[in-house]
């Protein structure tokens, strides 16, 4: 996939408007009245972000004009649900939303390609990770695979979702004693601590539609990376019920995020 095209979908990415902080601020005040054309042009101020996204895209045989656009859509999300309230950039909250969007139209087209250079950093990471529990008995965080091995996380989380398959976290097992647990449980942190990083200001937007019972859980579930069953010894319930509060609050901000 080409990317080093000066023209995508008629846009000419050499001359692309950069935003000023204070004039950020001023367009986002308009977008939150209704004003359209502040919108617009808060949009065409960050198609920069959509372009940095899909260069990470490189191995894939994706034509790069129908990844911009759907990195667009991405980012039209983002600036429809980003929250001024949050102590975070625009484009610290915008990236995974961008990237997210372009995972699920290549999925969903089955044209995901892994280049050479993303095994290699996933391979690194879990050789490190391997390595780090063998040392200390216990899963590293992506900050501490990050040091180990001198690749940010962005790229870690990046390479190593890029080589998952596509699995279903709902897609329920079950343990001896017959109570159901789900992929989500039982899939390790090299999947699970390295997506909720990707998400985790998202979560944080979207957790504002829950009740206070409904947060804690998906708090220690997502940000502290605990199973149901550690939740449920903790919030004194069931697993089931653990289990069931969580896909209900999922279900609220998966809502709030389409």
Known sequence: MALNKVEICGVNTSKLPLLKEEEKEELFARIKEGDEEAKEKYIKGNLRLVLSVIKRFAGSSENP?????IGCIGLIK????????????????AVPMIIGEIRRYMRD???IRVSRSLRDTAYKAIYAKENYVKKNLR??????ISEEIGISKEDIVF??????APVSLNEPVYNDSGDALYVMDQISDKKNKEERWIE???LQ???????????YIIRLRF??????MEVAKEVKISQAQVSRLEKNALRLMRQYLD
């Open 78 to 93: 983002a600036v429809n649900n980003f929250n001024t309230e949050l102590d975070v950039r625009f484009s610290t909250y």
């Open 159 to 164: 390479a190593l979702d890029a080589i998952q």
């Open 139 to 144: 899963e590293p965080t992506v900050q501490e």
């Open 65 to 69: 004009d129908d990844l911009f656009q």
């Open 109 to 111: 087209n089955n044209s």
């Open 205 to 215: 937007a979207a957790m504002e539609h829950l009740n206070e019972r409904e947060k």
């Open 200 to 202: 985790d200001l998202s």
């Open 223 to 228: 940000f502290e990376g605990k199973t149901q």
